[in-house]
């Protein structure tokens, strides 16, 4: 996993290089060790018909969270 917006321990990803990929737990774990803080933009309306996608974001916010790192998401969906 290449990330490449970096500064201070901040990492700033696009939810499609970070889910919309073939990636895992093994992956996330990584970027959870290397960053105290992830930024994850663009994520869209999650739903079964992307179920890959959602349960790649589920996986992702369990490891930050198991790694008590900030994680900060914004989205096409309001709350």
Same mark, same amino acid.
């Given at each position: #996993? /290449?990330?490449?917006?970096?500064?201070? =321990? &901040?990492?700033? !990803?696009?939810?499609?290089?970070?889910?919309?990929?073939? %990636? =895992?737990?093994?992956?996330?774990?990584?970027?959870? +060790?290397?960053?105290?803080?992830? !930024? #994850?933009?663009? &994520?869209?309306? %999650?739903?079964?018909?992307?179920?890959?996608?959602? /349960? /790649?974001?589920?996986? #992702?916010?369990?490891? !930050?969270?198991?790694?008590?790192? &900030?994680?900060?998401?914004?989205? +096409?969906?309001? !709350?």
């Amino acid at each position: #996993l /290449r990330v490449r917006r970096v500064r201070h =321990g &901040v990492a700033m !990803l696009d939810f499609d290089e970070i889910c919309g990929q073939a %990636l =895992g737990s093994p992956d996330y774990f990584a970027l959870a +060790e290397s960053f105290h803080t992830v !930024l #994850l933009c663009g &994520v869209p309306q %999650l739903s079964l018909e992307n179920h890959d996608v959602t /349960r /790649r974001f589920i996986v #992702l916010i369990d490891e !930050l969270y198991e790694h008590r790192n &900030v994680a900060s998401e914004s989205g +096409e969906a309001s !709350l």
